[in-house]
T-cell receptor, first 115, second 113 residues
């Protein structure tokens, strides 16, 4: 595997379910990101991890819980979601610390539908 | 705060037409600038970038020049193809701890044969 991979690619869940999204990067990067992409809205940065520590949380509801066990893996745990949480969830990674220029590499995304 | 503004879409062109997608930015620091492309059903891919004023990024026939005086980074292509149909995002990155990457809203391009 190369680049950034995400599983599953598609997920349908009820509002009472618990599920997790997984992201894995094979680029040796030290920063990882979760974005939410909804129809007709700009990309929303949700979480940033640098060197496995969370450095950004843009007022994301607590029903979204990230986890970064190591620099190659990032999870997004989902619990009691709402229909408005249906969106494409994108993972990205980058190299370098957050004080310097660093382009981001994206995974293909997980299309989430909440019923 | 930092922000990126793009022209509203969708943009519909015929094959071999000239493409311009406007992008302007506001940044407190000295940003690097990017264009990303998102094909249907896929994540974002870096198309081109420029890290300092007057730099020209280019890739796959697309070009954009970093214009500090007008705070712009317009995307151009001389002759578009049907396969260029996608959503294009302008973005900036500033060296700042925390949220250092800002994306524009995206511009959807449709190229008709």
């Amino acid at each position: 595997e190369t680049g950034v991979t995400q599983t599953p690619r598609h997920l349908v869940m009820g509002m009472t379910n618990k599920k997790s999204l997984k992201c894995e990067q094979h680029l040796g990067h030290n920063a990882m990101y979760w974005y939410k992409q909804s129809a007709k809205k700009p990309l929303e940065l949700m979480f940033v991890y640098s060197l496995e520590e969370r450095v950004e949380n843009n007022s994301v509801p607590s029903r979204f819980s990230p986890e970064c066990p190591n620099s190659s893996h990032l999870f997004l745990h989902l619990h009691t979601l709402q229909p408005e949480d249906s969106a494409l969830y994108l993972c990205a990674s980058s190299q370098g610390d957050l004080t310097s220029y660093n382009e981001q590499f994206f995974g293909p995304g997980t299309r989430l539908t909440v019923l | 705060g930092d922000s990126v503004t793009q022209m509203e879409g969708p943009v519909t062109l015929s094959e071999e037409a000239f493409l311009t997608i406007n992008c302007t930015y506001t940044a407190t620091g000295y940003p690097s600038l990017f264009w990303y492309v998102q094909y249907p059903g896929e994540g974002l891919q870096l198309l081109l970038k420029a890290t300092k004023a007057d730099d020209k990024g280019s890739n796959k026939g697309f070009e954009a020049t970093y214009r500090k005086e007008t705070t712009s980074f317009h995307l151009e292509k001389g002759s578009v193809q049907v396969s260029d149909s996608a959503v294009y995002f302008c973005a900036l990155s500033v060296p700042l701890w925390g949220q250092n990457f800002v994306f524009g809203p995206g511009t959807r391009l449709s190229v008709l044969p």
